[in-house]
């Protein structure tokens, strides 16, 4: 492989996907992966295999269905968990199973309660066996950087001994400093040889806001692979955020000298879909995906740019695939060859009932919104992946919202097994009312962690985009829903909520073997 290449290593569906809040179902995960592979990301880290049935099936599902780039499963160092993970990935075109154990002291001690004797035995061990299930072997140090560097080489030693085709060093807490990170694999390299027969990678978590200048240094270090995520998102402060190390590799390509194979014009697309399917937004003032990342405010930038383009931008709107967005644009008497030929152009094939629906959506949408963006086809279509897998169905509401009243809602649901049920609640506001009043319906105590509502375009007609986090038995997930009727994408979205936070917190009784926790209020 040319030695300037970098492979770009996603793990938005793993670490990604361990942010607070975000509850991805299997659908949504593979909408993601396929975008991705558009993207052309090298490496798609799809999940966590033994952490649940429910990831092992998503990482089977994408082994199965995304061609193109390699798929790989995490695992623990412990036998079942790379069992797990190789049968997940089993059927990819090229899978690799990742497996990790901490070096780190503070780790050893407090976490695992071991020795750095036996860690070192269980990295070997694991690696081996990971070995003999699949040829390509990812290996990660955990909390590398607070380790003991030469133990840390011990470690990784063992595990190039074993096959391991890839060594990873996490900065698991987003705590190094690019010279000092760089010293550290510059030390690696002088202690372990064999570094320079493998692949090296970088793995940041952004604490301190370092991680893109960590996976840089990393990289000017000599690691080939980066592992990063869209948006950002990741335990915590988030990871590396993709568009960021592969804009930033782009546009200083003359002066690093380093390449990657993303089709950055899929960047923009790829964030708007993991920002609705997370719920995650993005602020509006970050780097290539924030919305004002290519809007210039002050009357000299926006002169200068009209006279000449780099006067004030490193790159254009186009190399990201903004003006994409800006393009497809869709009218009342659109017909569904127009609609079907916009959403093949935003890299969904829709045919046959879900191109019935899709139309039927955007034919109720034409008729309240003069132009039909790209945007809104985008939110329509995810909205409607989203009500595919909602367990709970909004039949109908009623609101009566006034200055003199408190405000009372009144709901009617479709729960799982069909039952309709009812519900009314006087609240303190139009929203509050209507939540409660599903509560009562559904006899959940669920409570509320947090409510979001923007707007998907500009403009008074636009769509409006809720997001909803709910906590029921200790678990938390999230759910979200695009109307043009506010209070109704208020309430699809809380019911969305309702439905992934159940599955929750079955999940976790059935891995705690537990009681069942979802019993109906009276
Ligand atoms: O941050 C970390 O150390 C990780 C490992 C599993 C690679 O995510
Ligand atoms: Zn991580």
């Known amino acids: ?27 949504e995960k593979l909408e993601i992966a396929q975008q991705l592979a558009r993207l052309g990301v090298d490496v798609i880290e799809a999940g966590f295999p ?15 269905e995304v061609r193109g780039p390699v798929i790989a499963g995490l695992a623990r160092a412990h036998a079942a968990d790379i069992e797990r993970a190789a049968e997940a990935v089993k059927d990819a075109e090229r899978p690799r199973v990742h497996t990790f154990i901490s070096t780190s002291d503070i780790h050893i001690e407090h976490q695992l309660q071991s020795t750095r004797e036996d860690v070192l035995g269980q990295a070997r061990a694991a690696v081996a066996h990971a070995r003999s299930l699949v040829e390509d072997v990812e290996f990660s140090p955990m909390d590398a950087t607070r380790a003991d560097v030469e133990f840390t080489a011990e470690v990784i030693q063992a595990a190039i001994d074993e096959g391991a085709t890839t060594i990873n060093v996490p900065d698991t807490v987003g705590y190094t400093m690019p010279a000092e990170y760089a010293a550290f694999l510059g030390r690696l390299y002088e202690l372990v040889p064999a570094l320079a027969g493998v692949v090296l990678s970088v793995h940041c ?5 370092l991680a893109v200048a960590n996976s840089f240094a990393g990289l000017q270090s000599g690691a080939r692979q980066v592992e990063c995520a869209v948006n950002g998102i990741g335990e915590r402060a988030g990871n590396a955020s993709l568009e960021e190390v592969v804009m930033l590799l782009r546009t200083r390509e003359a002066d690093i000298g380093l390449t990657t194979a993303v089709n950055s014009r899929e960047i923009a697309r790829a964030s708007r879909l993991v920002s609705r399917l997370t719920g995650y937004p993005v602020q509006p003032n970050k780097a290539i995906v924030g919305r004002n990342a290519f809007q210039h405010e002050s009357g000299i930038h926006q002169d200068g740019v009209l006279k000449e383009r780099s006067t004030y931008e490193i790159m254009s709107a186009a190399s990201v695939g903004v003006d994409d967005v800006n393009s497809i644009v869709l009218g009342k008497h659109s017909g569904r060859h127009a609609l079907r030929s916009a959403l093949m152009e935003l890299g969904y094939e829709v045919n046959g009932q ?26 329509l279509v995810t909205d409607e992946l989203r009500a595919e897998t909602a367990a709970y169905t909004l039949e109908w509401f009623d609101v009566e919202a006034s200055t003199r009243r408190p405000p009372h809602a009144t709901v009617s649901i479709v729960a799982p097994d069909g039952e309709t049920m009812r519900g009314d609640f006087t609240g303190d506001g139009p ?19 947090e409510f979001r509502i923007d707007a998907v375009t500009g403009g008074q007609d636009a769509l409006g985009e809720a997001s909803v986090i709910l ?3 200790g678990s938390t997930a999230a759910g979200q829903a695009v109307s043009t009727d506010i209070i109704e994408a208020a309430a ?13 917190v079955l999940l976790a009784a059935d891995e705690d073997a537990g009681e069942p926790v979802l019993t109906r209020a009276p």
Do not use: C, W
Request: zero cysteines; aromatic letters at 6%.
């Open 1 to 27: 492989m040319d030695p300037n290449r970098v492979i770009i290593f996603d793990t938005t569906l793993r670490d990604g996907e361990q942010s607070p809040g975000i509850s991805l179902n299997a659908t």
């Open 50 to 64: 033994i952490a649940s049935p429910g990831d092992f099936q998503a990482v089977q599902a994408i082994a199965r």
């Open 205 to 209: 978590h952004d604490d301190l806001g």
């Open 354 to 379: 879900s191109l019935n629906q899709a139309f039927k959506r955007f034919k109720e949408l034409a008729d309240k919104k003069k132009q039909v963006t790209a945007m809104d086809l985008e939110a």
């Open 431 to 449: 929203i509050d009312a209507i939540f409660r009043a599903i509560n009562a319906a559904t006899r959940r105590e669920a409570r509320l962690r």
């Open 471 to 473: 906590e029921l038995s």
């Open 492 to 504: 699809l979205a809380y019911v969305r909520a309702l439905t992934n936070v159940e599955q929750k």
